[in-house]
């Protein structure tokens, strides 16, 4: 039970890692698209970013989302890319190494959610993550990868809403 003055906060990672470099890297399919250049036409971008996603979706189908990567090419597409950007983001997570000590420190109340078919961030990564924080709980979701698909939201959500009202004020 917590205090009254005390603040109702709790914590939710979602297909992450703890930076520790004893866990499984990438597959090498999942890195070969995430340093493929970027195609500058919409035309050569569009199947482009369907072969991301269909394998960082991992290896099930997932048609809900697949209908819609049409949709979402032309929105990213026309946002602007970023290559840069996404060699920065690389970079830093590179270069924040081994979190998993300073993890052991978390107090809040957390949920780890880690799909079991994620190439890019594998499940020993949430697994360790779930590990580190002290009273975590960890929920696998069979047959997703680093995606959150459109017909595992319903779960997601209501995980992630069991877990928050357990710590809201009442």
Not at 73 to 94: D, K, M, S, T
Request: proline fraction near 12%; charge should be neutral; include cysteine.
């Amino acid at each position: 039970m917590h205090s009254p003055s005390a603040p109702h906060v709790s914590f939710t990672s979602i297909m992450s890692t703890t930076g520790n470099p004893a866990l499984p890297p990438p597959t090498p399919e999942a890195m070969a698209v995430l340093f493929s250049p970027s195609p500058t036409t919409f035309e050569a971008y569009l199947p482009h970013y369907a072969k991301v996603w269909r394998v960082l979706r991992g290896p099930s189908d997932f048609p809900l989302d697949e209908a819609r990567d049409t949709d979402r090419a032309q929105l990213v597409f026309l946002r602007g890319l970023n290559p840069p950007g996404v060699a920065r983001q690389l970079a830093a997570i590179l270069a924040s190494g081994n979190r998993k000590p300073a993890l052991g420190h978390v107090r809040v109340p957390t949920l780890v959610i880690h799909g079991e078919a994620d190439p890019l961030v594998p499940v020993a990564c949430g697994v360790d993550v779930a590990e580190a924080i002290p009273g975590a709980k960890l929920l696998r979701i069979a047959g997703m990868g680093h995606a959150l698909p459109i017909s595992m939201w319903p779960q997601i959500i209501d995980a992630i809403a069991a877990h928050t009202a357990q710590y809201r004020d009442t």
